[in-house]
C-alpha cells in the first residue's frame, strides 16, 4: 500500500524575520522534515557560498543569480523534497519560489513572471500547499541582522524595502495558498499563529495535545 502524499508548507520573509526557529518548531511539530533553500544538498551549499560571499571574482551578475538560486532549488526539489513527499513525509522549508520573486524580481529589478517561470521550471512545477509569510518591516529585520551581513543582506533598505513589497503583493495575489503572520510579535506568538495557519488550512495539528507552546 503506498503512503498518502505529505504536505509541502514554505516559511517566506525578508532576512532577519525569525524564520529559521519558526521553520524548526513547525517541523517538530508536524514531524515534517525541515530544509532551506539556498543550500540544503551538496551542490546547493557550493551555490549558498558563491551566491553569498561577496567574492570579486566570482560574484554573480543579475541574472546568474537568479539561475543559480534556480539551480539550487531544482536539485533541492529532486534530491530532498519530492522523495519525501512521495514517502508520505511532511516537508516544511525555509524559502522557496517566491523568495526568488521577491528577491531577484521584485529586489534586484527583473521580471517577476521571467523569474516565476524559471524558478517553476527548476521545481519540476511543484507547489507549496501552504505559503507563510513571516512579515516584520525593514527597519526592524536590517536591525536584526545586525553588522555580519553576507552579499544580499547587504543590499540595503530599498533593495530590502522593495523585497519585502514582493512578498506582501505575493501574498494578496494567491489568498487562497498564502497567509501573511505579523513577525514583529513574540517568538511564540508568531509560532501560535503560523500553528492555527496551518490547522485552518491544512486541516493539520487538529490534535490539541500536540499543540504546545
Ligand atoms: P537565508 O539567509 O534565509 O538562508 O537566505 C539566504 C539569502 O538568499 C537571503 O538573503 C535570501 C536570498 N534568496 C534569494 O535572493 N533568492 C532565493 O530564491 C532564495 C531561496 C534566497
Known sequence: MTSPRGSFVVLEGPDGAGKSTQVARLATRLDALPTREPGDTPLGAELRRLLLDDDQLTRPGLRAEALMMAADRAQHIEEVVEPALAAGRHVVSDRFIGSSVAYQGYGRGLDPMAVLGISQFAAAGLEADLVIVVDVPVEVTLDRVGGQQ????????????RVRTGFLAQADADAQRWVVVDGSRSVDEVTQAIVTAVRDRLGLLNDASRARG
Do not use: S
Open 150 to 161: 553576507d552579499r544580499i543582506e547587504a543590499a540595503g533598505p530599498e533593495f530590502h524595502r
